[in-house]
């Protein structure tokens, strides 16, 4: 049942091209236009929103914080994201304005659901972004979008990640189109980019044989330090998530604008450290400012590995490694710079004799506190 693959990991891996294009299969008309039916949450109480909090845990969270960037440019409503262990505990501020939503592939997190029950209480609406058709956060919600990724085996998650960000941008998507929100030319351009976007992970999937062997070179390493800006800061985030839990590796994520507020002192010689580069095209400022990042790092003896949109010269002089991504909108490209990153912590984990699909001290759902 692993279809020929060693492991469930890379067999859901594979599979995501298709499972992204089930999760916008159905969803975008060939106007450009979305239909949402299960978001059964009327237009007009969408209009009403005035705040969008996201609860969620581990690489789900991950997801969400993307979100926000999409949510935020593309409908101006102000989105909080929070881990739902904290979220639960903090005596959260939320009414009958505040769209929750809760970003969940099993379904059955018990922190998730515990956010979930308590902004319910809150009079909020819920809406979860679920995996698993029938568990008990979309039944206790009051609307969910499937995300069509398939049963995951692998405790790490890898094809619900890239299908929560689907849902995601969706979801945001059809807040701007119902609440008429830039609904303009940006984000026509958008859904067209996001309709043809399983190609490019398939692309992607197509061309990770050097991160193979790049990653097998790193097995005797410590640390694996991973950087990024804007959405690339969530993915550096995932990537760290995924050594770590797979790799048993220290790995961290930073926001690459605080390396001189700490993280720049753990630079040493050869110390592998990813780079997540935004497109140069678009908001060149947030590329040219990793650029110098990345200037910065190197001069300190870090080994570069950076992640970068095709045509992206200005990278070359300082990357020691250069793994290729296709061009697409930034707010999109986290679909296809994760990709690499899944892999890196695959083949890690193979080549330090690590169970892939069951690591240690880890379960596939968190049912407990
Ligand atoms: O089922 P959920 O999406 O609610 O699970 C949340 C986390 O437990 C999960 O994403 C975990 O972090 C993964 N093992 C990461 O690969």
Request: charged residues 25%; glycine residues 6%.
């Amino acid at each position: 049942e692993k279809g020929g693959y060693d492991y469930f990991m890379l067999k859901e891996i594979a599979e995501q091209p298709k499972a992204v294009a089930d999760t916008l299969l159905g969803r975008i008309d060939p106007s450009g236009s979305l239909t949402l039916d299960e978001v059964r949450i009327s237009p007009s109480e969408l209009r009403e929103i005035d705040k969008v909090v996201i609860v969620a845990c581990g690489t789900a969270f991950h997801a969400g914080l993307i979100a926000k960037y999409a949510i935020e440019h593309w409908t101006r409503i102000p989105c909080e994201v929070e881990l739902a262990s904290e979220f639960r505990y903090r005596d959260p501020i939320l009414d009958g304005r505040s769209l929750v939503i809760a970003i969940s592939q099993s379904g059955e997190t018990m922190d998730t659901l515990m956010a979930l029950r308590h902004a319910r209480e809150q009079g909020s609406k819920v809406l979860a972004i679920c995996n698993t058709n029938g568990s008990t956060i979309p039944r206790e919600s009051d609307a969910v979008l499937y995300t069509h990724a398939g049963p995951e085996v692998a405790v790490a998650s890898t094809k619900a990640f890239l299908t929560q960000l689907v849902a995601c941008y969706l979801v945001a998507l059809y807040l701007g189109q119902v609440r008429g929100t830039k609904w303009g030319d940006e984000i026509q351009a958008v859904i067209k980019d996001l309709s043809r976007i399983s190609e490019e992970v398939e692309r992607v999937l197509d061309t990770m044989e050097p991160v193979r062997a790049l990653a097998r070179t790193l097995a005797t390493k410590s640390t694996v330090l991973f950087l990024g800006r804007h959405v690339g800061y969530p993915v550096a985030l995932e990537g760290a998530l995924k050594l770590k839990e797979l790799a048993y590796m220290h790995a961290e994520g930073f926001a690459a604008g605080e390396l001189k507020h700490g993280p720049i002192a753990l630079i040493e010689e050869d110390v592998p450290v990813v780079v997540v580069v935004p497109s140069p095209r678009g908001r060149s400022v947030l590329h040219d400012k990793i650029v110098s990042n990345i200037q910065e790092i190197r001069a300190r003896g870090a080994r570069t590995i950076v992640i970068a949109e095709e045509g992206d010269e200005a990278v070359v002089p300082y990357a020691d490694h250069l793994i290729r991504i296709p061009a697409t909108p930034t707010l999109l490209q986290p679909l296809v710079a994760t990709v690499p990153l899944q892999v890196f912590a695959c083949e890690l984990a193979t080549a330090r004799g690590n169970e892939v699909d069951q690591p240690r001290n880890l379960a596939k759902s968190v049912t407990v506190e």
